[in-house]
């Protein structure tokens, strides 16, 4: 814990001489949001003109035909298997590639405030632009990864979904380099899986560290919104006012948002985190930020 602490605040010390870093976790959440948003709100207008049982029976007519489909052809379940499937591996594509592309933008602003450069929001978006080719080739070894872990792990029993969280875990670890990778080596697809596994053998010890101790910090984090509306509602059931349930609605929704804005940070000061033991890892050395003497003896010496 007291590593967790301390890796902590050299993570924060670059997040707060530079706080628009936690502007780009933002955005990939509102680029999320703007694509699901591309695709519904066509529908929710068109529904919000009286044409909502079109809809209903558009959905309705496209059921019966695949059904018909199925029916009709010796293969048309697997086939209509195989396009549920494709269907569902391009939303993993689409989705890991829009966390993938900001991560990159960030890794970058966060190694550039490491060696003492102002990092600004546009040059790392640009950045992460340069890069669209490495980009899209570790995209799609990720989110395949990904998909056959989620497919293995919805699909198994207890011991299929524990194998599946250890290979989770394992992929996490190897990969926790490949985005600095990406940005300082310029190479993506299964050369940054590989690179960044060769680095998480020299560097295991502070890699599980900065894992598993980032974390941990999510326990309080949770803990602290969840122990003031449970403290809130017991103060609610012991008092008489008029409309209890205002104030509950508004304490749930300072508990979303507390939650959201912490997620951004975590994942800001994680991505700083990640390029520093990159820096430390790959150049043999430890960012300013890191060097210091509590941390000293966490960093071996690299190859």
Known sequence: MRNTFEITKASFRV???????????????????????????????????????????????????????QRAHEGGPLLVKAAGMLALFSVYFVLYFIAIFFNTALTRAAMEELRGRRATLGESLAFAASRLGPILGFTLVASTVGFVLGQIESRSRLLGKLVASLLGSAWTLATFMALPVLVQEGVGGLAAVKRSARLFKQTWGETVLGQVGLGLLWIPVMLFPVAVFTGLV??????????????????????????????????????????????????????????????????????
């Open 15 to 69: 997040l707060r001489g530079n706080p628009k870093l936690a502007v780009l976790p933002l955005l990939s959440v509102g680029a999320v949001l703007a694509l699901v948003a591309s695709f519904l709100a066509p529908v929710i207008a068109y529904a919000a003109t009286g044409h909502a049982g079109d809809i209903s029976r558009w959905l309705t007519s496209l059921g019966a035909t695949i059904e018909q489909f």
């Open 234 to 303: 017991y103060m609610l059931g012991n008092t008489h006012l008029r409309h209890p349930e205002l104030i509950v609605f508004a304490a749930m929704a300072w508990m979303v948002f507390f939650l959201f804005a912490m997620s951004i940070v975590m994942s800001t000061l994680r991505a700083i985190y990640q390029a520093a033991l990159y820096c430390f890892a790959a150049e043999g050395a430890v960012p300013a930020a890191f060097d210091v003497p509590e941390l000293r003896s966490n960093w071996r010496s690299a190859p």
